[in-house]
């Protein structure tokens, strides 16, 4: 079960933009598909959730943006649980382009876990607390997936 899940993405023509680069929204995108991924991969799939009648909802995304993401740029998406607080845990996310090792993207969202019946913030439960490995530095990161470490948002 990874505490840093890594997804390879080949950047598709559906994902271009006007202006020739990747559109904001399926960064979005990308970083839901990723996160349920991540869930799924600790023993969490939709359809437990779905079961336990509680969920996370979305309280806030932070994106920066820094180099262009352009069509066929190999990524890899690299995804963590940075805190995990009694009701809510933030998530990051790095948007890597393997062909020059840059960062084109740093994120964090911030989850929040509710009741799907009343849609009111929920105690996270200690077997979905327990199944994520806090993981509090991008230089833990950088370490794991074999990059050179590169300075964290700052």
């Known amino acids: 079960m990874p505490r840093i899940y890594v997804k390879p993405l080949c950047v598709g023509a559906e994902a271009i933009d006007v202006h020739g680069h990747v559109n904001n929204q399926e960064y979005l995108r990308w970083m839901q598909e ?78 929040i876990f509710v009741d799907l019946k009343n849609g009111r913030p929920l105690s996270i439960p200690d077997p979905l607390r327990h199944a994520f490995e806090v993981v509090d530095s991008e230089a833990q990161v950088w370490r794991e997936i074999g990059w050179p470490a590169r300075p964290a948002a700052g």
Do not use: K
């Not at 437990?48 to 069509?71: D, K, M, N, T």
């Not at 845990?89 to 994120?107: E, K, N």
């Open 34 to 111: 990723i996160a349920i991924e991540h869930s799924t991969a600790q023993g969490w799939p939709m359809a437990r959730y779905l079961s336990e009648a509680a969920s996370w909802y979305v309280r806030s995304h932070l994106i920066e943006y820094l180099r262009p993401g352009l069509l066929g740029d190999e990524l890899q998406v690299c995804t963590w649980v940075a805190t995990m607080a009694n009701r809510n845990s933030l998530r990051r996310t790095l948007f890597l382009r393997a062909a020059d090792q840059s960062v084109i993207a740093r994120a964090e969202t911030q989850w």
